[in-house]
C-alpha cells in the first residue's frame, strides 16, 4: 500500500517547489521590468505574472497528468526527435544558461555590493563560484535528503527573510517613479508577457515536476494519484509564493528604481542599502544565496537525473560532477553578457516548451494524438526558431504581415489554431463513436 504525506510533508514539498523555482532570474528581472515600465507597471506584471507564474503551474500540471517529465510528455514523438528536444531543454536551464546564472547573481547582488564597504572582503569570482557549485553538488549529491534540507530548513528561512523585504518594499515611502520606456508604451501586457520568458519557469517546471515524482517515489508515494495530487498542491503552494515575490519586487522597481541600472539586482541592492544600510546587506546577501543555492540544487539535481537515465555507463553522481564543473566555467562569465546571449536562446524555445505543456492537459480531447503532437511540435519549432533569429537582431522584415509578428508572439496564433484544430476534430470523432455505438 503506497504512503501517505504528512501536512508538514505536503507544505516541506511545496516549499521545496517553490525554493527551487525562485532563483536568479526571479530575482534580477521584475524590479528592471518594473523601473521601465513605469506608470504602465499595472499590465506589465500582470503579463509578467502569466508567463513567470501562470505557466510554471501550468507546467507541473501537465507533468502531473503525464505522471512523469519530458520523457513522458515526448513519448508519442520518434525516440530520436523526443530525446533531442528533451536535452536541448535540459541543458539550456542547466549547465548553459540557467544553473550558471544562480551564482553569477548570487556573487553579484551577494559579494560585489560589499566591496564599496569593505573592499579587502571581496572574493574573487572564480574562487566564489567554486564554493558555490561545491556546495550546490554535496546536497545534489543525495537526492533523497532534498525535500528535508530545503523544503523544512532552507526555504522557511528563505520565505522570512523575503517576507521581511516584501513588507518593507509595500510601505516604504519616497521613491520616484521612472519615465516609462518607449518598449513598454505599445503593448505593455505584451513586453511583461515576453518579459517572463527570463526567468526560465517554464522550462524548469519540466524539470522540477519530474524531480518531485521522483522524490515522491523515494518517499514510498508510488500511486499515480496520489502522486499527482501532492505535485499539484505543490504546485499552487510554489505559484502563490512566486506571485507574492514578484508583485513586491515589481513595486520595488516601479518606485524605487535608478535610471542606467543594466539589471534588476543593481536597484535591490541600491534599496536595502539605503534602507537597512549594513545589516540589510548582509540579509540580503544571505537572501540572494539561498535562492540561488536552492534552485542550483534543484537544476543539477533534475539535469543530472535525466541525463543518467540516457547513459548505460555514467551514474547520476557522475553527472552532478560534470554538470557542476561546466556551471562553474560559465558562471565566470559577464552577468550581462550571459542574460544578452541567453535571449534569442529562451525566445526560440519557449513556444516548443509552452505547445508541449498546452497539448499535455489537453490531450484527452484529442483523438489522434501522435500526429497531433508532431503537428503542434513542428509548427512551434518554425515559429520559434523565426523570433529567435529575430531576436538575435537579425532583420526579418519579410515576415512582418505575421499576426503579432512586432510584439514577438507570431508563434501563438498558428500553434493555438492547430491545437484547437485537432481538438476540434477529436470532439467531432468521439460524437460520431458514440452515435455509432448507440445504434
Known amino acids: 500500500m503506497t504512503k501517505q504525506l504528512t501536512k508538514a510533508d505536503i507544505f516541506g514539498l511545496g516549499f521545496m517547489t517553490f525554493a527551487f523555482f525562485l532563483g536568479a532570474g526571479n530575482i534580477i528581472f521584475p524590479p528592471k521590468a518594473g523601473m521601465l515600465a513605469g506608470s504602465e507597471a499595472l499590465p506589465v506584471m500582470l503579463g509578467f505574472l502569466c508567463t513567470a507564474v501562470g505557466l510554471p503551474l501550468l507546467g507541473l500540471f501537465a507533468v502531473a497528468k503525464a505522471g512523469g517529465g519530458i520523457s513522458n510528455m515526448t513519448r508519442l514523438l520518434p525516440p530520436a526527435i523526443g530525446v533531442t528536444i528533451s536535452v536541448a531543454i535540459f541543458i539550456i536551464i542547466g549547465p548553459l544558461i540557467a544553473a550558471p546564472r544562480t551564482a553569477l547573481v548570487a556573487y553579484e547582488l551577494g559579494v560585489q555590493p560589499f566591496a564599496v564597504v569593505y573592499d579587502d572582503l571581496l572574493l574573487p569570482q572564480w574562487l566564489y563560484s567554486l564554493a558555490f557549485f561545491a556546495i550546490a553538488t554535496l546536497l545534489s549529491l543525495f537526492p533523497g535528503k532534498l525535500m528535508d534540507s530545503i523544503g523544512k530548513i532552507l526555504t522557511p528561512l528563505l520565505i522570512l527573510l523575503l517576507a521581511v523585504l516584501a513588507i518593507s518594499v509595500l510601505f516604504?515611502?519616497?521613491?520616484?517613479?521612472?519615465?516609462?520606456?518607449?518598449?513598454?508604451?505599445?503593448?505593455?501586457?505584451?513586453?511583461?508577457?515576453?518579459?517572463?520568458?527570463?526567468?526560465?519557469?517554464?522550462?524548469?517546471?519540466?524539470?522540477?515536476?519530474?524531480?518531485?515524482?521522483?522524490?515522491?517515489?523515494?518517499?514510498?508515494?508510488?500511486?499515480?494519484?496520489?502522486?499527482?495530487?501532492?505535485?499539484?498542491?505543490?504546485?499552487?503552494?510554489a505559484a502563490a509564493g512566486l506571485a507574492f515575490v514578484y508583485i513586491s519586487l515589481f513595486v520595488l522597481g516601479a518606485n524605487f528604481g535608478i535610471a542606467g541600472t543594466s539589471n534588476g539586482g543593481e536597484i535591490l541592492v541600491h534599496y536595502v542599502q539605503d534602507k537597512f544600510g549594513l545589516v540589510g546587506m548582509i540579509t540580503l546577501a544571505g537572501v540572494i544565496t539561498l535562492a540561488c543555492l536552492t534552485t542550483?540544487?534543484?537544476?543539477?539535481?533534475?539535469?543530472?537525473?535525466?541525463?543518467?537515465?540516457?547513459?548505460?555507463?555514467?551514474?547520476?553522481?557522475?553527472?552532478?560532477?560534470?554538470?557542476?564543473?561546466?556551471?562553474?566555467?560559465?558562471?565566470?562569465?559577464?552577468?550581462?553578457?550571459?542574460?544578452?546571449?541567453?535571449?534569442?536562446?529562451?525566445?526560440?524555445?519557449?513556444?516548443?516548451?509552452?505547445?508541449?505543456?498546452?497539448?499535455?492537459?489537453?490531450?484527452?480531447?484529442?483523438?489522434?494524438?501522435?500526429?497531433?503532437?508532431?503537428?503542434?511540435?513542428?509548427?512551434?519549432?518554425?515559429?520559434?526558431?523565426?523570433?529567435?533569429?529575430?531576436?538575435?537582431?537579425?532583420?526579418?522584415?519579410?515576415?512582418?504581415?505575421?499576426?503579432?509578428?512586432?510584439?514577438?508572439?507570431?508563434?501563438?496564433?498558428?500553434?493555438?489554431?492547430?491545437?484547437?484544430?485537432?481538438?476540434?476534430?477529436?470532439?467531432?470523432?468521439?460524437?460520431?463513436?458514440?452515435?455509432?455505438?448507440?445504434?
Open 172 to 237: 516604504a515611502q519616497g521613491g520616484t517613479v521612472q519615465p516609462t520606456d518607449p518598449a513598454y508604451v505599445a503593448s505593455p501586457f505584451t513586453k511583461g508577457v515576453l518579459d517572463g520568458y527570463n526567468t526560465m519557469d517554464a522550462l524548469a517546471s519540466i524539470m522540477f515536476g519530474m524531480l518531485i515524482i521522483d522524490l515522491l517515489r523515494k518517499k514510498g508515494i508510488t500511486d499515480f494519484q496520489q502522486q499527482s495530487r501532492y505535485l499539484a498542491i505543490s504546485a499552487v503552494i
Open 296 to 439: 542550483a540544487v534543484g537544476l543539477l539535481s533534475a539535469c543530472s537525473d535525466y541525463f543518467a537515465s540516457l547513459s548505460k555507463h555514467l551514474s547520476y553522481g557522475h553527472f552532478v560532477l560534470i554538470n557542476a564543473v561546466f556551471c562553474m566555467m560559465m558562471a565566470n562569465l559577464e552577468l550581462g553578457l550571459l542574460i544578452e546571449l541567453s535571449i534569442p536562446v529562451l525566445v526560440a524555445v519557449y513556444p516548443i516548451a509552452i505547445a508541449l505543456i498546452l497539448y499535455t492537459l489537453y490531450s484527452p480531447q484529442i483523438t489522434n494524438k501522435k500526429p497531433a503532437l508532431i503537428a503542434i511540435l513542428s509548427v512551434a519549432t518554425i515559429f520559434g526558431a523565426i523570433e529567435g533569429i529575430k531576436a538575435a537582431g537579425v532583420a526579418l522584415d519579410a515576415l512582418s504581415f505575421l499576426p503579432l509578428y512586432d510584439q514577438g508572439l507570431a508563434w501563438l496564433l498558428p500553434v493555438m489554431s492547430i491545437q484547437l484544430l485537432f481538438m476540434v476534430t477529436g470532439k467531432a470523432t468521439r460524437r460520431e463513436r458514440g452515435e455509432g455505438a448507440s445504434l
